[in-house]
């Protein structure tokens, strides 16, 4: 009785995405193998690159983690059209999907930007702990004068070299003051010098000076307006760790006087907290301090790490020159004002409703920012 072999098993058959995930998978291994040496010294150079020009990726990846909803949203849609695409459908419901998927488009591109600000802002009014106020809250240190005529009057102090910072009302022991650094105008200063005098006038009288007298000597190798390392939000960036570098950025700087009577500059930090649709809040401030002496040990540290010390909001209490002073970034702070338009609910701010909408207009003409006051 002769007995029949069996059969050999029929090889499965594969669709086109396989072969080409094999042909690349094999190209792939095959190409590092060959070129292993270069990869491997083209990526060091590419990290070391990264470690170098960090603080100037920043800002990017902010705007990027600030606005992930705004990237998800679209590439899920796009994956979405093309699978729906690929199915069997007619041609009507394919026509559904390209109207769909294009109104979509063009709506986000429009009004994307609009609604997640207003989305933004009403979880900042939900997050704040409001309690209803008996009587306003008083003070007796008004400022007189305006920022602007107070930077107009600066600027016509100084001579065709230099410039003054934005000035900052702050408080210098009992008294409060109006401080702006004096700063280089042209490039190769920017890029070599620091800040060596602040302007330093009182913000209660009537008629500021800005002689002579009121020029203080420092010597801060940073400053708001230098350039690459010594620009004190670059040297600010470079001190992050991970987490603070993906949800912390630097924005207001002033100069004060510290508990021993030296100055010192504070960079003002914002944190971005959320994922979705995150709201700014403060993220403590960096204390910068005078270097008498630069050598090439310091630049060479200010370069590549960065220069101060991260105070947490918490932790500011601790610190009796900084209770009092003006700190908070002007973005939160005007995030926390523009906030209460949601007091009437979700809907007050839209248009054609404004339900309880109080704003702080911009006006594009206008030299002046429009005050607003907020209490804490």
């Not at 010294?41 to 800002?59: C, K, W």
């Not at 008996?134 to 600066?154: D, M």
């Not at 204390?287 to 200010?302: A, E, G, N, P, Y």
């Not at 339900?355 to 207009?361: A, L, V, Y």
């Amino acid at each position: 009785m002769n007995s029949q072999s069996p059969s050999a098993p029929t090889p499965k058959e594969h669709g086109k995405i396989y072969w080409f995930l094999s042909h690349t998978r094999r190209r792939g291994s095959a190409f590092i193998k060959t070129h292993l040496k270069t990869l491997v010294v083209t990526t060091l150079i590419i990290l070391v690159a990264l470690f170098i020009f960090r603080a100037v990726i920043q800002p990017y990846i902010i705007v990027a983690r600030t606005h992930v909803v705004m990237f998800l949203v679209p590439i899920g849609a796009t994956f979405l059209f093309f699978w729906l695409l690929r199915r069997g459908e007619s041609l009507i419901t394919k026509s559904i999907l390209i109207v769909v998927y294009g109104a979509l488009a063009i709506t986000t591109l429009r009004w994307g930007e609009a609604v997640h600000t207003y989305i933004s802002v009403y979880g900042r009014y939900r997050s704040l702990d409001i309690v209803e106020m008996i009587s306003l809250p008083q003070t007796g240190n008004e400022r007189i004068h305006p920022l602007n005529s107070i930077h107009s009057l600066a600027y016509m102090a100084m001579s065709e070299t230099e410039a003054p910072s934005l000035p900052y009302f702050v408080r210098i022991g009992s008294e409060h003051r109006w401080v702006a650094a004096i700063e280089p105008v042209y490039l190769w200063p920017r890029l070599t010098n620091g800040v060596r005098e602040l302007f330093n006038v009182s913000a209660t009288g009537p008629y500021p000076s800005f002689s002579q007298k009121d020029r203080i000597k420092i010597h801060l190798d940073t400053g708001a307006n230098l350039l690459l390392g010594r620009n004190a939000g670059t040297a600010t960036i470079k001190t992050f760790g991970v987490w603070r570098y993906l949800n912390y950025e630097p924005r207001d700087v002033t100069y004060v006087t510290d508990d021993s009577g030296q100055w010192v500059q504070v960079v003002s930090l914002v944190r971005w907290k959320g994922f979705l649709f995150p709201q700014p809040e403060s993220g403590g401030v960096q204390i910068i301090r005078q270097h008498r002496t630069s050598t090439i040990l310091t630049d060479l540290k200010r370069m590549f790490i960065g220069r101060g010390e991260w105070i947490p909001p918490n932790k500011i209490s601790l610190y009796p020159y900084l209770i009092g002073q003006n700190i908070l970034a002007q973005q939160v702070s005007r995030s926390i004002a523009e906030s209460f338009r949601f007091q009437n609910g979700f809907f007050g701010p839209m248009p054609g409703f404004h339900k309880g909408d109080t704003r702080i207009p911009d006006l594009p003409q206008d030299v002046n920012d429009p005050p607003f006051t907020t209490y804490f």
